[in-house]
């Protein structure tokens, strides 16, 4: 099973914030990461990369959405989700401005919230500014480059980006014949022994051992990326 995907969660209420990040968790592929306020938010928004962050506007010390204009300011290119008590025209404009994916009012339904979330994230996967965790790395697609843990770049060719992007937008394992069509299309002239090689090239730059894949793993009739 490929590890959770961390979740930001900023609110100085208690009982919401709580009661938020237990159904977040119960989705199944989600690890809340609960914040009180701007400040420890701050801090928690340093410790790695995020799959969407939901920021309430009135907290303890400071305005959710000038937060937001922080975290946008310093990198951060997920989807970002305000919550917020009031419910105007120039609210919502102003939480737009602030680099917000979105507006959501209080209270709300979770299953609107989330499917909310979930639309934005199939925007932010197609887009130029994605981002992904595969294990200790920075996948950076559009740049066709993963960063490792001190800073330092490892190129990759753009069937080797093409197939990172795909094995980690599937969270399972796919099969060869698959990987293979979804990377080079229907193409008869190409075999899996093409594909075969292109795994073999990737382990080589992102393997401690390549011999011993731990991060690009075989398993049974494909490949599954354990991040």
Same mark, same amino acid.
């Given at each position: ?26 989705? =199944?592929?989600?690890? @809340? +990461?609960?914040?009180?306020?701007? %400040?420890?938010?701050? !801090?928690?928004?340093? #410790? $790695? /990369? ?24 310093? =990198?951060?290119?997920? @989807? +970002?989700?305000?919550?917020?008590? %009031?419910?105007?025209? !120039?609210?919502?404009? #102003? $939480? /737009? ?131």
């Amino acid at each position: 099973m490929p590890s959770a995907k961390r979740v930001l969660l900023v609110d100085d209420d208690a009982m919401l914030r709580a009661s938020l990040a237990e159904q977040i968790a119960a989705e =199944g592929e989600y690890q @809340p +990461i609960e914040a009180s306020s701007c %400040a420890e938010a701050r !801090a928690r928004a340093k #410790e $790695g /990369l995020y799959e969407f962050m939901i920021l309430d506007v009135g907290l303890p010390d400071g305005d959710g959405r000038t937060l937001c204009r922080e975290l946008r300011d310093g =990198g951060v290119t997920c @989807p +970002i989700l305000l919550l917020t008590a %009031a419910d105007s025209d !120039a609210d919502t404009i #102003e $939480g /737009l401005k602030s680099g917000a994916n979105d507006y959501v009012v209080k209270p709300f339904r979770f299953a609107v919230l989330m499917a909310r979330i979930h639309a934005h994230l199939r925007s932010h996967e197609q887009s130029e500014e994605a981002v992904y965790r595969i294990g200790p790395y920075t996948f950076r697609p559009s740049a066709k480059i993963l960063l490792d843990p001190a800073g330092k770049r490892i190129r990759l060719t753009e069937k080797e980006t093409n197939i990172l992007k795909f094995l980690h937008r599937s969270g399972s394992t796919v099969a060869r014949e698959t990987l293979l069509h979804e990377v080079w299309g229907y193409n008869p002239a190409v075999t899996t022994h093409t594909l075969e090689t292109h795994i073999y090239r990737l382990r080589q730059k992102i393997e401690t051992n390549p011999g011993q894949a731990q991060i690009l793993v075989t398993e049974s009739g494909g490949y599954r990326l354990v991040a």
